[in-house]
């Protein structure tokens, strides 16, 4: 979105050529003609998202008129249905007009105020970080204060051009709008369901600062979810770094600096894909332990709960992640130079042993059990990302998405507790193992895993599952509830059991 200034310096044409192809355009016969009865629409601005809301309009059936402060040199850029005219008749006719040019360009549209009196104006701007600290009033808010016989709009703004071009799928259907008038709102909102978008009604136009906020931000969702991954990693690969480089390096004399890259960071990936899955299923044993302490659900768990609740989608496919990483790791092993070494050296002691034949019987078990349990639980948490998605959510009713999420969430989380006890089996009772007397790191891993597996096997008895099932379906342990009502001197106490 852009405003083209009156004296400007000549650009290439590479730089003027539109987001879609004039081909294109051309080519689609329902932008190249939109019959006389259809609805007129004007645009100030003709950058990037101009032309791009001008191609949706006139493929959705509206009339477009947009206008320029250089037509001639502007024209070419938009669909041939759409008319580029100077903007004073480009505001004339229509009763709704999007304003696509910044903030700083606003005054200059104030010779047009008689002209845009009581029409409705559409501010789609958005500001970069600083202008949104540096003014305490939104954009939309700042261009009502200099038409004030207009009613503004705002929307569109987190809609990107390029959306524009695509068409709107899956979350980028929400638009939000928000204006001081319903009956303007109710315009724009039906103009953006014939845009093919989902309105989303924000309030008054006090909502536009938050809605301008929107766009600035880099997945906040994801912010929380990521530090503590991270966190993670960071602590399971200094203790791993320390137990399998720095103690034989210390204690032995022996370089194992080369196990850096990948054999560290493979030891720590599996650490943190189980901690995090095991992370993703603790709130909900604390919400339920909570809920049968308090003997009720009408109590607001605390904020630190309410927002890790709300994350553990975000943590289960930072825990997949991992998990994949994990796995590709695994596959690089065996192509190290140091893998060959090794298995060079091994044969050669076997040959210097006179050992024919090297077989422990209970190492290809555990090997083979170890293994496909590791498989087994990757392919669980596969499916759980992939539900996970949108667009493969949105096809399951909440039974189906329960049970993927929950109860084969659960079942994954099982997988891989067995997987990590397998990869244990007698180590964690060898001293040999405890380097700097550090235990194990799996025996770490395990320690909330199995917190939360027993904890949900403990709900599975009847005595306490039947009592949660109550409570959630909204029975409460002190079933009195108590209305005050007026008397002539005083309140009097009623009490009603239900």
């Known amino acids: 979105m852009s405003h083209q200034p009156a004296v400007a310096t000549k ?146 703004n987190v809609i990107s051009a390029w959306t524009l071009q695509a068409g709107p799928r899956d979350g980028n259907r929400q638009v939000p709008i928000c204006s001081d008038q319903s009956e303007a709102k109710r315009a724009v909102s039906e103009m953006a369901i014939a845009m093919g978008f989902m309105p989303v009604d924000m309030g008054s136009l006090a909502s536009a600062r938050e809605m301008e906020a929107m766009p600035l931000r880099l997945l906040p969702a994801w912010k929380v979810p990521t530090l503590l991954a991270l966190g993670l990693f960071i602590c399971f690969y200094a203790y791993n770094f320390v137990r399998d480089v720095l103690q034989p390096y210390v204690q032995e004399s022996k370089n194992k600096f080369f196990k850096l890259p990948v054999s560290v960071v493979n030891t720590t990936l599996p650490c943190v894909a ?81 050992k024919s034949h090297l077989w422990v019987e209970e190492e290809v078990w555990r090997m083979e059990i170890y293994l496909s349990l590791g498989v087994l639980a990757l392919g669980t948490l596969s499916l759980l990302a992939v539900t996970s998605l949108p667009s493969i959510a949105n096809s399951l009713n909440w039974r189906e998405f329960s049970f993927v999420q929950s109860s084969l969430g659960f079942v994954a989380l099982v997988l891989s507790t067995l997987h990590t006890l397998t990869y244990g089996w007698t180590r964690a009772f060898e001293e040999s193992r405890y380097k700097f007397y550090l235990p194990p790191t799996f025996t770490l891993t395990l320690l909330v895993p199995c917190v939360v597996i027993l904890a949900k096997a403990l709900f599975l008895l009847p005595c306490i599952s039947r009592r949660l099932a109550r409570i959630r379906r909204g029975w409460e342990r002190d079933g009195a509830i108590k209305f005050m009502l007026p008397t002539d001197n005083a309140l009097a106490e009623k009490t009603s059991h239900v």
Not at 33 to 40: C, G, H, M, Q, R
Not at 277 to 301: E, M
């Open 11 to 156: 650009m290439s044409r590479e730089m003027d050529k539109p987001l879609i192809s004039l081909h294109l355009v051309d080519s689609d016969t329902s932008l190249a003609k939109v019959p006389d009865e259809a609805p007129k629409v004007g645009i100030l601005g003709s950058g990037d998202f101009a032309r791009s809301l001008a191609t949706r309009l006139v493929s959705s059936g509206f009339k477009v008129v947009v206008g320029s402060r250089n037509p001639k040199r502007t024209a070419g850029l938009f669909p041939s249905a759409a008319q580029v005219t100077f903007q004073e008749e480009a505001v004339s006719s229509p009763e709704i007009i999007f304003v696509a040019v910044f903030r700083e360009h606003y005054s200059s549209l104030c010779s047009l105020s008689d002209q845009l009196t009581g029409k409705i104006l559409v501010d789609v701007s958005n500001p970069t970080e600083q202008e949104h600290l540096q003014h305490r009033e939104s954009n939309a808010e700042y261009l009502a204060s200099l038409f004030p016989t207009c009613t503004v709009v705002k929307a569109f």
């Open 274 to 354: 189980y901690v995090l899955l095991s992370l993703v299923y603790l709130p909900g044993v604390l919400a339920a332990t909570l809920q049968l302490r308090r003997g009720t659900k009408y109590h607001r768990f605390p904020d630190w709960l309410d927002h890790w609740l709300q994350h553990r989608k975000q943590i289960g496919l930072l825990s997949f992640f991992c998990a994949a990483l994990h796995a590709l790791y695994s596959f690089c092993l065996p192509l190290r130079r140091s893998h060959r070494y090794d298995l060079v050296n091994l044969a050669v002691k076997q040959v210097l042993a006179n």
